[in-house]
Nanobody, 125 residues
């Protein structure tokens, strides 16, 4: 079992920055691929970024590429999502997710086994 707790959401003006964190329980964190997803009001949940267990960098949705940076610290069982140049369309509940890693891309939410409770990000224009 893996428990995930997100933090760091809030209200920010367009062009601003926020940093989300996700703390994971469990001794096998380093074997999990970690992902961030988001869900805006009235829309389906969508992929934002994922980070493979031993990777040096994350992979991103086109809508956030160049603005968001995901990182992970296997020693601290945490992942972060640094969000810069925020836009009103980034407004959503952001979820951290974990999946046992095998291979390939993890941009699809059904691949993930564990989810956090979500944290609200609101970007005002």
């Amino acid at each position: 079992q893996v428990q995930l707790v997100e933090s760091g959401g809030g209200l920010v003006q367009a062009g601003g920055s926020l940093r989300l964190s996700c703390a994971a329980s469990g001794r096998t964190f380093s074997t999990y691929v970690m992902g961030w997803f988001r869900q805006a009001p009235g829309k389906e949940r969508e992929f934002v970024a994922f980070f493979r267990p031993s990777a040096f960098y994350g992979e991103y949705a086109d809508s956030v590429k160049g603005r968001f940076t995901m990182s992970r610290d296997n020693a601290k069982n945490t992942v972060t999502l640094q969000m810069n140049s925020l836009k009103p369309e980034d407004t959503a509940v952001y979820y951290c997710a974990a999946a046992k890693y095998y291979s390939g891309s993890y941009s699809i939410e059904t691949f993930y086994d564990y989810w956090g409770q979500g944290t609200q990000v609101t970007v005002s224009s």
